[in-house]
Protein backbone atom coordinates (compact mmCIF):
# COMPACT_ATOMS: atom_id res chain seq x y z
CA UNK A 1 0.00 0.00 0.00
CA UNK A 2 1.19 3.79 -1.05
CA UNK A 3 0.37 6.26 0.79
CA UNK A 4 0.83 9.71 -0.92
CA UNK A 5 1.20 12.61 1.50
CA UNK A 6 0.06 16.10 0.77
CA UNK A 7 1.95 18.64 -0.71
CA UNK A 8 2.77 20.97 0.46
CA UNK A 9 4.02 19.87 3.94
CA UNK A 10 1.92 21.20 6.90
CA UNK A 11 5.19 22.15 7.74
CA UNK A 12 5.84 24.05 4.87
CA UNK A 13 2.92 25.83 5.07
CA UNK A 14 3.54 27.23 8.56
CA UNK A 15 7.48 28.51 7.46
CA UNK A 16 5.40 30.05 4.23
CA UNK A 17 3.43 31.86 6.28
CA UNK A 18 5.75 33.56 8.89
CA UNK A 19 7.16 37.03 8.10
CA UNK A 20 10.07 36.96 5.71
CA UNK A 21 11.84 39.50 8.26
CA UNK A 22 11.07 36.95 11.44
CA UNK A 23 12.62 33.91 9.36
CA UNK A 24 15.49 36.36 8.05
CA UNK A 25 16.22 37.36 12.16
CA UNK A 26 15.70 33.53 13.19
CA UNK A 27 18.39 32.50 10.76
CA UNK A 28 20.75 34.71 11.65
CA UNK A 29 20.20 33.97 15.34
CA UNK A 30 20.62 30.09 14.42
CA UNK A 31 23.71 31.33 12.56
CA UNK A 32 25.25 33.13 15.78
CA UNK A 33 24.46 29.96 17.93
CA UNK A 34 25.88 27.83 15.14
CA UNK A 35 29.28 29.55 15.48
CA UNK A 36 29.24 29.45 19.07
CA UNK A 37 28.63 25.87 19.18
CA UNK A 38 31.21 25.14 17.04
CA UNK A 39 33.54 27.42 19.38
CA UNK A 40 32.52 25.39 22.63
CA UNK A 41 33.42 22.04 20.05
CA UNK A 42 36.94 23.67 19.11
CA UNK A 43 37.72 24.73 22.50
CA UNK A 44 37.20 21.14 24.47
CA UNK A 45 39.24 20.01 20.99
CA UNK A 46 42.08 22.32 22.26
CA UNK A 47 41.76 21.30 25.77
CA UNK A 48 42.01 18.24 25.39
CA UNK A 49 44.70 17.91 22.93
CA UNK A 50 46.90 21.07 24.24
CA UNK A 51 46.37 23.12 20.98
CA UNK A 52 46.85 26.92 21.65
CA UNK A 53 43.98 28.86 21.50
CA UNK A 54 45.69 31.28 19.30
CA UNK A 55 45.15 28.48 16.62
CA UNK A 56 41.81 28.06 17.80
CA UNK A 57 40.98 31.84 17.18
CA UNK A 58 42.27 31.73 13.64
CA UNK A 59 40.07 28.68 12.50
CA UNK A 60 37.16 30.91 13.76
CA UNK A 61 38.15 33.86 12.24
CA UNK A 62 39.50 32.58 9.03
CA UNK A 63 37.05 29.43 8.59
CA UNK A 64 34.15 29.65 9.88
CA UNK A 65 32.12 32.75 9.08
CA UNK A 66 33.09 31.49 6.06
CA UNK A 67 31.42 28.31 6.37
CA UNK A 68 28.09 29.39 7.66
CA UNK A 69 27.79 32.32 5.50
CA UNK A 70 28.45 29.14 2.33
CA UNK A 71 25.69 27.20 4.25
CA UNK A 72 23.10 29.79 4.60
CA UNK A 73 24.00 31.97 1.24
CA UNK A 74 20.91 30.98 -0.73
CA UNK A 75 18.48 30.78 1.72
CA UNK A 76 19.06 34.08 2.86
CA UNK A 77 19.27 35.63 -0.31
CA UNK A 78 15.80 34.08 -0.83
CA UNK A 79 14.43 35.25 2.26
CA UNK A 80 16.06 38.61 1.29
CA UNK A 81 14.05 38.50 -1.90
CA UNK A 82 11.12 37.77 -0.08
CA UNK A 83 11.26 40.41 1.92
CA UNK A 84 12.35 43.12 -0.77
CA UNK A 85 9.10 41.82 -2.52
CA UNK A 86 6.56 42.58 0.64
CA UNK A 87 7.88 45.64 0.57
CA UNK A 88 7.52 46.37 -3.02
CA UNK A 89 3.96 45.27 -2.12
CA UNK A 90 3.20 47.82 1.36
CA UNK A 91 5.41 50.90 -0.77
CA UNK A 92 2.07 53.00 -2.31
CA UNK A 93 4.53 54.44 -5.04
Known amino acids: MVVQL ?16 ERLDQLHRDALDTK ?38 NLKRELERELERELEDEDPL
Open 36 to 73: AEIRAALDRLAERHRIAAKDVAYAMDGYTDNLLDDTIY
Open 6 to 21: PLPAQWARLESRRNPR
